[in-house]
């Protein structure tokens, strides 16, 4: 435990502290330490989160990877009668899979189809309508209206096959992009759906994300209108893995954030803010989480934490979501092959091309399934976030104040040396202050909440009063 003694000893040295600088009255600090390994935010042993990633099976994720492979090409603007094949019969498929899950679990879970209508432009040639499949696992506590979504797009690119002149209608059965993300977020609900939660837990397919991300649009516009506490947005797309010789990976995911939020006031704030802030967005503490328990739970399956909002030029249903200022993640395969996504099946000089079952790999998305459920199950249990989070300098160090948080049992100071991306320190706090040595010019700080049985809340980052600096000679001739 190499942080601990140092940090130990600093923490003890906080009378000498005041005899440096002037400083607040001192608060105990002795009996506060810090954790290692720093990865750690709910117990090991924690027996809900232990059970949902014990029930997530490679099989079930092949399963229902297959049967939407089976619908064929699901166009979202291709809606048909059709109840073998198509957009329509997959999104019934769906809607009767959340059902037998419900069903399988006393009706907790609430099945809807919402329909709404798309105009025509850009990728869709004709105005008409799509629809979302949502499955909400409702929270045991009245008081706790936090939502956490895990989702998915059921739709497919439509197109034709062979070289630049065949016009041959082909199939785009999307196995990986992104019937792998509707797998997990339909296993995810069967992990869970037998358990309670404080808080909200929803399961959604996304229609049209092919199309310009109407679905997500439609539900993340319709929760900020209702004033919904969506905390967290976990989008899967492209999960599938890739079995190619030689480019197969199985131990390694990406998850991809913005680095500021979008709000325009939240921006300003970070840009002003003297202590930084501006790689501390709620979507990327939303991705510092997800790495930071799966590291505990899942510690031969890394989530590689990408400091970009995208890979180059894409993007996907979770910018929907942190456009309307919710925190939203994008978990996507470490290693992708433009052979076998966005492309029809064919074969091309001797190339097999298209987006086919045979090139995914169910327990690679097992342990995507098991991240999404990992971070959004500890969340649900944990407590809300801390709000007014104050910072002052105290001496050489640091003074944090905080309001009480209902159902929190004790707090955590969260630390990282300000050219470090994760946290690497956690301070446990059992009252709603802490006076430390460490200062906030060498380190960036966050409070998370705690409930009693060690599930920890998304971090609060201290608010700082910024200054524009402007120019001595501004206005004059």
């Known amino acids: ?31 506060y330490q810090f954790e290692h390994p720093p990865e750690v935010r709910l117990a090991a042993g924690n027996p809900t989160l232990s059970q949902i990633i014990a029930a997530i099976t490679p ?16 166009l979202a603007t291709d809606e048909t009668d059709s109840t073998t094949t198509g957009v329509a019969a997959a999104r019934a498929w769906i ?74 209608p082909t199939v785009g059965p999307g196995a990986n992009d992104d019937a792998s993300g509707v797998a997990v977020a339909l296993e995810c ?23 310009g991300l109407y679905g997500a649009y439609h ?52 840009r002003l803010s003297e202590i930084g802030g501006e790689n501390d967005s709620l979507s990327r ?35 929907a979501f942190q456009q309307n200022q919710f925190a939203a993640v994008r978990f996507s395969d470490y290693y992708e092959n433009y052979d076998h996504q966005h492309q029809w099946v064919r074969t091309y000089d001797g190339v097999q091309f298209g987006d086919i079952i045979a090139f995914t790999n169910p327990a690679y998305t097992a342990n995507v399934a098991r991240v999404n459920a990992l971070t959004a199950a500890a969340l649900a249990l944990a407590p809300p976030s801390p709000t007014q989070v104050q910072q002052r300098r105290a001496g050489w160090g640091t003074h944090l104040s905080w309001r009480p948080v209902p159902g929190a049992a004790s707090y955590r100071v969260l630390l990282r040396p300000t050219a470090q991306p994760q946290w690497t320190m956690r301070l446990e706090v059992k009252g709603t202050e802490v006076q430390i040595e460490q200062t906030l010019d060498d380190y960036m700080m966050g409070v998370v909440a705690v409930s009693a049985d060690g599930a920890e809340s998304l971090p609060t980052l201290p608010e700082a009063a910024g200054r524009i600096r402007k120019s001595p000679f501004a206005g004059q001739k």
């Open 95 to 168: 809607v009767q899979e959340f059902k037998a899950i419900s069903a399988a679990h006393g009706g907790r879970l609430q099945v809807k189809v919402d329909t709404f209508p798309v105009p025509a432009g850009g990728r869709v040639p004709k105005a008409g309508t799509m629809a979302n499949v949502i499955a909400t696992l409702p929270g045991d506590d009245p008081q706790n209206h936090q939502v956490f979504i895990i989702g998915g797009d059921y739709d497919t690119i439509g197109g034709f096959g062979g070289g630049a002149t065949d016009r041959t």
């Open 1 to 31: 435990m190499p942080l601990a003694l140092p940090l130990a000893l600093a923490l003890l040295a906080g009378a000498a502290a005041a005899q440096r600088g002037p400083a607040l009255p001192q608060i105990p600090t002795a009996k």
């Open 219 to 270: 539900d993340a516009e319709q929760a900020r209108a209702s004033g919904q506490d969506v905390v967290a947005m976990l989008d899967d797309d492209i999960v599938g893995g890739d079995n190619t010789p030689g480019h197969a990976n199985t131990n390694q995911m990406r998850v991809y954030s913005p680095p500021m939020d979008e709000s325009p006031s939240q921006a300003e704030i970070l």
């Open 285 to 319: 503490q939303l991705g510092r989480y997800a790495s930071g328990i799966a590291a505990v739970y899942l510690p031969d399956f890394q989530v590689v934490q990408e400091y970009r909002r995208d890979r180059f030029s894409r993007g996907g249903d979770a910018d």
């Open 189 to 211: 609900a069967r992990a869970m759906s037998g358990l309670h939660f404080p808080a909200t837990i929803e399961f959604i397919a996304f229609d049209g994300e092919e199309e």
């Open 59 to 74: 099989e079930n994720i092949k399963s229902d990877t297959a049967h939407l492979v089976s619908f064929g090409t699901r």
